[in-house]
């Protein structure tokens, strides 16, 4: 698989992440769910950096 194929996977796979969090654990409660949403992203950006970045 190519790069941008990878990053389409990855970014698919943390939007699904965040979805499901959503509905299973902070339906009703916002701020909670915005900062379990960054730290997703955080988490997903650090793995990314960590593994998947070339240079």
């Known amino acids: 698989m190519g790069k941008v194929?990878?990053?389409i996977?990855?970014?698919a796979v943390?939007?699904?992440t965040i979805v499901l969090v959503d509905v299973v654990f902070f339906r009703h409660?916002?701020?909670p769910r915005?900062?379990?949403n960054?730290?997703?992203v955080l988490l997903?950006?650090?793995f990314y950096w960590r593994?998947?970045?070339r240079t």
């Open 5 to 7: 194929t990878h990053g």
């Open 9 to 11: 996977v990855f970014a």
């Open 14 to 16: 943390m939007i699904i």
């Open 29 to 31: 409660h916002t701020t």
């Open 34 to 36: 915005l900062l379990a």
């Open 38 to 40: 960054i730290g997703i």
């Open 44 to 46: 997903y950006l650090a």
């Open 51 to 53: 593994f998947f970045k």
